[in-house]
C-alpha cells in the first residue's frame, strides 16, 4: 500500500524558513510525479508545486514562486519543500501527493504536516 | 478566490439523489479532464473520480463525473451517511502550467 509521510511542520515567524519532507515507501518513487498541495485552516486546497520523476522538472504555483523550493532525492525516496521568507498567508496543512505524470490526478496523498507563520 | 467555482453547500436525505458542480474556464476545464476528491474532517483528499468519469477500484459506482465545455460535475446516488463529506474538483490549468482546484462543497446528508 502506497504510503507518504510528511515531516517539518511547525511554528516559525514571518520572514522565516521551513524544509517540510515527505518520505515515500510501497511504491516506485523514482518513476512517479510528486506534488505539494497546500489547505489553509478551514480553507480549499491550493497546488504548490510539483516536481518531475528525474527532478529535472519542477513547476510552483505564482503565490510560492521565488519563495520556495522543490527537489527529491530518489534514492532515500524522499520529496523536499524549502520554504523561504514566509508569510502568513502560508499557513497550512501541507500534503505530498503521488501522481504518474505532471496532469494525472493526486493517486495517493500523506496525512500531511502544519505549518503556522506567526509572530 | 478559487480557479475553478463550486457551490459551498449541498444537501440531500438518504438515498437521494445529489450532483454538485464545478465550472471552470477553456485554459483548464476546457481543456483538460477533472478530477473529483473526497475530504472527510482531519483527514487527507482521496480520489474519487479521474480523468471526468473514471473511479478507482474501491469507489462504488453510486459516484459519476462528467465534463462538458467548461463546467463538471458529480453525481451521488442512493446517498449513505456516509457520503458526507467535502468534495472538491481539480483540473489541470495550461495558462498556470499546473494544478487549480475548486473551493469545495460541504455535503450534508439530512
Known amino acids: 500500500q502506497v504510503q507518504l509521510v510528511e515531516s517539518g511542520g511547525g511554528l516559525v515567524r514571518p520572514g522565516g524558513s521551513l524544509r517540510l519532507s515527505c518520505t515515500a515507501s510501497h511504491f516506485s518513487f523514482s518513476d512517479s510525479y510528486m506534488s505539494w498541495i497546500r489547505q489553509a485552516p478551514g480553507g480549499g486546497l491550493e497546488w504548490v508545486s510539483f516536481?518531475?520523476?528525474?527532478?529535472?522538472?519542477?513547476s510552483s504555483a505564482d503565490s510560492v514562486k521565488g519563495r520556495f523550493t522543490t527537489s527529491r532525492d530518489n534514492a532515500k525516496n524522499s520529496l523536499y519543500l524549502d520554504m523561504t521568507s514566509l508569510r502568513a498567508e502560508d499557513t497550512a496543512v501541507y500534503y505530498c501527493a503521488r501522481h504518474e505524470l505532471e496532469n494525472d490526478p493526486f493517486e495517493a496523498w500523506g496525512q500531511g504536516t502544519m505549518v503556522t507563520v506567526s509572530s | 478566490q478559487s480557479a475553478l467555482t463550486q457551490p459551498p453547500s449541498v444537501s440531500g436525505t438518504p438515498g437521494q439523489r445529489v450532483t454538485i458542480s464545478c465550472s471552470g474556464s477553456s485554459s483548464n476545464i476546457g481543456d483538460n479532464p477533472v478530477n473529483w476528491y473526497k475530504q472527510l474532517p482531519r483527514t487527507p483528499p482521496t480520489l474519487l473520480i479521474y480523468?471526468?468519469?473514471r473511479r478507482p477500484s474501491l469507489v462504488p459506482d453510486r459516484f459519476s463525473g462528467s465534463r462538458s465545455g467548461t463546467s463538471a460535475s458529480l453525481a451521488i446516488s442512493g446517498l449513505e451517511s456516509d457520503d458526507e463529506a467535502t468534495y472538491f474538483c481539480?483540473?489541470?490549468?495550461?495558462?498556470?502550467?499546473?494544478?487549480?482546484f475548486g473551493g469545495g462543497t460541504r455535503l450534508t446528508v439530512l
Open positions: 481539480g483540473a489541470w490549468d495550461v495558462s498556470v502550467n499546473g494544478w487549480v
Open positions: 516536481i518531475g520523476s528525474s527532478g529535472l522538472y519542477t
Open positions: 480523468t471526468d468519469y
